[in-house]
């Protein structure tokens, strides 16, 4: 009885191995949350410039707002993530990462060029479907590398980024929930499977 015990303990502990050396187990639910948080900011702030705002600046604006969302919720998903991964004894710069990283930068950097030739045609209506698309297909491509969730959230943000290039009347809105929204809720999801202590009976 005790050998069958000790065998089954030991398969579990080479599947956990296995896990942390073929995906990214560092990210942070908190990674998701302040994301989410970040961009619900920066669609707040854009609203107000909108508002108050008209012509060439108007777009200068928007695009410096989007920039610093872009850099504070890198930036917060990065501290997030060393975090977690200090407190489990692992390197955040892995060669999953890279792998990670890899495969999210080719559909990024091709929506990130392709976004930036529809702002100099002025094909503005259609921007914010456009990044919801490309980074869905980015979380989508990174799947195997990460978890579940990510893949649900990158499935989700196609859909959304497809209605915000059909109905782009709502599109600003529809990108607040799936930058905003989405993540906040993806990031509660994973603290509460993967992040928060288990509590025992």
């Not at 990174?142 to 499935?155: D, P, Q, S």
């Amino acid at each position: 009885m005790e050998n069958s015990e000790k065998h089954l303990q030991d398969i579990a502990e080479i599947k956990q191995m296995m896990e942390r050396s073929s995906r990214f187990i560092s990210l942070s639910g908190w990674s998701g949350i302040s994301a989410g948080s970040f961009a619900l900011l920066g669609a707040f702030a854009a609203y107000r410039l909108m508002r108050s705002s008209t012509g060439p600046s108007l777009d200068s604006y928007l695009v410096i707002d989007a920039i610093i969302v872009l850099i504070l919720a890198l930036s917060s998903s990065i501290y997030f993530s060393w975090r977690k991964a200090r407190k489990q004894g692992a390197t955040l710069w892995s060669p999953v990462t890279r792998k990670l990283l890899l495969n999210m930068a080719i559909p990024l950097v091709t929506g990130g060029i392709y976004c930036a030739i529809m702002f100099w045609q002025d094909q503005l209506h259609l921007i914010a479907g456009c990044t919801l698309i490309f980074y869905g297909l980015a979380l989508v491509n990174a799947g195997r590398f990460t978890n579940k969730e990510a893949v649900i959230l990158g499935i989700a943000e196609i859909i959304l980024g497809i209605a915000a290039s059909i109905w782009y009347a709502y599109s600003f809105w529809i990108w607040g929930i799936g930058f905003g929204l989405f993540h906040i809720l993806y990031g509660i999801t994973l603290y509460s499977k993967y992040d928060r202590p288990k509590t025992h009976e």
